[in-house]
């Protein structure tokens, strides 16, 4: 039999997640140059599409959140369809995927988050920043946690882009809060917050900061913040002097100028937040009686390893910082699909180059694909997605002559939406999530915000319901 991709036996291909590495799967697969026909089916486990763009992107970041729109663009395509509300494993399996679906891309991202390993970080008061980070981007999941921030000291530990926005978003102002699409809920709270001190804990020094330059410059814009940075933090060790001369590395030049210049900043009394920036710092315990009061952490150096990288190591020299709430910022972690192959040391799903392989180094498992994060590991930004998802799908088409593939005996639309109605699973079309979304954006420009989001499934599902049960008006 020829391979699929024919107009009389299209490529069917499932992508499971809607973030934005399925997103640019989907896109390169529809815009073949190959001359290949491919039905694209996408399917979310949560009602809306978009992933971290709507869950991980800070509130106050919109522009960056611009991209949907070329996601809609392939989302309109006639071969694209959106299973929402459709979970991977529950709803529909493995193998019933297989039996639909000549190729399958995991494109889940990475959902949990990495652990430090350190007493009391189970604590209460000891929160994953990603739980915070979707709790206030209105995630159904997280929306109904709450954080305690009656203490004056919050900690955030890791210097990522992550740990910059929770620091940035616990710095603003309500009236800077007030203009984001920031959950509801989320905004109520802040605005009743006592955090007054954000304290961020980095291991290694200015030089080899995860951060970019961006973040670091948003600090010294915020209306209510002020950057503290110590003289000792501020001057650079000769290690890091000969890192920067060697390396040209200029984003951490950058960050190196911008944090001397917030040293020489004098104190504004005005200014009643302080973002607190220490370097050469890790924590060792959190200690409190049945939640965190206090944060124990020890003074590091750099060394150079032997791959020629500046690494941190423990002084005798510790220090307690008093904190009510601590956000560990320290990475992303993928977590196993069923039925699909997981390496659990790097948190991803094994591959080369997108092809999924049974173990780490093992063989390949044909028909089965990764991209984003659960193939690479948690970093990069969102356009880092966009060649990534390139280099799966063309090594997908490639292997199609090789029988790279399932062979699936239903090969329709129905057979998939059959068996989903059959488990009395309601799907959400694409169709329907442009319904949520138009509310969503109409309720914010009566607020003066980007959108108000929805965070409550079932109210979405109760809105779609009353949409649909209304007269079409012809
Ligand atoms: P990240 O950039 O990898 O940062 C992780 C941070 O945790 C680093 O500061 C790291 O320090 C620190 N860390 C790791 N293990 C630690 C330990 N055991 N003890 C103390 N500190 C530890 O990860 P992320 O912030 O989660 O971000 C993930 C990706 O999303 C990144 O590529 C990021 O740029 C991207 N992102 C981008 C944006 C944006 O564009 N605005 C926003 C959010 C996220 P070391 O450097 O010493 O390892």
Redesign the pocket.
């Known amino acids: 039999m020829s391979s699929p991709g024919t107009a009389d036996n299209p490529l069917r291909v499932a992508i499971i997640g809607s973030g934005p590495s399925g997103f640019y799967a989907a896109d390169a697969l529809l815009k073949n140059k190959d001359g290949i026909i491919v039905e694209v089916d996408m399917f979310e486990r949560l009602l809306t599409p978009f992933g971290?763009v709507r869950g991980?992107?800070?509130p106050d970041?919109q522009k960056?959140k611009n991209v949907t729109k070329l996601y809609d663009r392939t989302a309109g395509h006639e071969n694209f369809r959106f299973y929402g509300n459709v979970e991977f494993g529950t709803d529909i399996t493995h193998a019933e995927m297989t039996d639909r679906y000549h190729q399958i891309v995991y494109a889940v991202g990475a959902q949990t988050?990495?652990q430090?390993?350190i007493p009391g970080e189970d604590l209460a008061g000891s929160h994953a920043?990603?739980e915070f980070?979707a709790w206030y981007n209105g995630h159904p999941d997280y929306r109904h946690l709450t954080f305690d921030l009656s203490h004056e000291t919050a900690i955030v530990?890791?210097?990522?882009?992550?740990?910059?926005?929770v620091t940035r978003i616990l710095a603003s102002s309500p009236e800077e809060l007030a203009k984001t699409d920031i959950a509801d809920y989320a905004l109520e709270a802040l605005r009743e917050s006592k955090v007054k001190r954000i304290v961020m804990?980095?291991?290694?020094g200015i030089a080899?900061?995860?951060?970019?330059n961006?973040?670091l410059k948003e600090f010294g814009e915020l209306e209510e913040a002020q950057v503290i940075v110590s003289e000792e933090d501020v001057m650079l060790d000769p290690l890091s002097t000969n890192y920067l001369t060697d390396s040209g590395d200029r984003s951490a030049e950058k960050n190196v100028s911008m944090l001397q210049d917030y040293y020489e900043i004098p104190h504004d009394p005005d200014k009643p937040k302080a973002i607190v920036m220490r370097f050469l710092v890790?924590?060792t315990k959190f200690e409190g009686d049945g939640k965190v009061e206090q944060v124990e952490i020890v003074h590091n150096e750099l060394y150079l390893n032997d791959r020629g990288t500046l690494?941190?190591r423990a002084t005798e020299t510790f220090e307690t910082i008093d904190a009510g709430i601590v956000f560990?910022?320290?990475?992303?972690r993928g977590v196993p699909l069923p039925g699909v192959p997981f390496f659990d040391k790097w948190g991803i799903i094994p591959n080369v180059d997108g092809r999924v392989t049974d173990t780490h180094e093992g063989e390949f498992v044909p028909g089965d694909y990764a991209v984003g994060?659960i193939k690479r590991g948690?970093?990069?930004?969102?356009g880092?997605n966009k060649p990534d998802s390139i280099e799966t799908v063309k090594n997908m088409l490639e292997d199609l002559a090789e029988g790279g593939h399932y062979n699936p005996t239903q090969t329709t639309r129905a057979a998939v939406e059959d068996l989903l109605n059959e488990r009395n699973v309601r799907f959400i079309t694409f169709a329907d999530w442009q319904k949520i979304d138009e509310i969503e954006v109409a309720k914010g420009e009566e607020a003066g915000r980007p959108r108000v989001k929805f965070t409550d499934p079932a109210e979405m599902m109760a809105l779609l319901e009353s949409s649909e049960a209304q007269p079409s008006g012809d």
Do not use: C
Request: overall charge positive.
């Open positions: 971290l991980g992107v800070a970041h960056i988050d990495k430090l390993g920043a990603t980070v530990i890791g210097n990522g882009n992550v740990a910059m926005d804990l980095g291991r290694r080899q900061a995860a951060f970019t961006p973040e890790s924590p690494r941190p560990r910022s320290i990475g992303y994060w948690p970093s990069g930004i969102i880092t």
